[in-house]
């Protein structure tokens, strides 16, 4: 189990772009297989995006492909987000696993607590 702090939400008008972080207490995300996930208003949870130690990623609905982009140093997770959509509200969460099973929420064991991102239209 692992602290997990994300950061960067906010409210952006369609079009716009925002920067997602997450960090760890342990200062080091480097033994994690990382991911972002997202839950809209009303529906479920849903993957977005994650990516492995070595760097390669992996995305979810292809909605988001070709504008989300995915990435990681040593100490943080990145989730870069462009051409936003109103549909792409939601409140985004960051989860680590030190395995990498599956891309199911279940298949995380550490969690943050949420950013939320609000895009107008």
């Known amino acids: 189990q692992v602290h997990l702090q994300e950061s960067g939400g906010g409210l952006v008008q369609a079009g716009g772009s925002l920067r997602l972080s997450c960090a760890s207490s342990?200062?080091?995300?480097?033994?994690?297989?990382m991911a972002w996930f997202r839950q809209a208003p009303g529906k479920e949870l849903e993957f977005v995006a994650a990516?492995?130690?070595?760097?390669?990623t992996i995305y979810g609905e292809n909605s988001v492909k070709g504008r989300f982009t995915i990435s990681r140093d040593d100490a943080t997770l990145y989730l870069q987000m462009n051409s936003l959509r109103p549909e792409d509200t939601a409140v985004y969460y960051c989860?680590?696993?030190?395995?990498?099973?599956?891309?199911?929420?279940?298949?995380?064991?550490?969690w943050g607590q949420g950013t939320q991102v609000t895009v107008s239209s």
């Open positions: 989860a680590a696993d030190l395995t990498a099973y599956g891309l199911d929420q279940t298949d995380f064991g550490s």
């Open positions: 342990g200062g080091t995300i480097s033994p994690y297989f």
């Open positions: 990516i492995r130690k070595s760097g390669s």
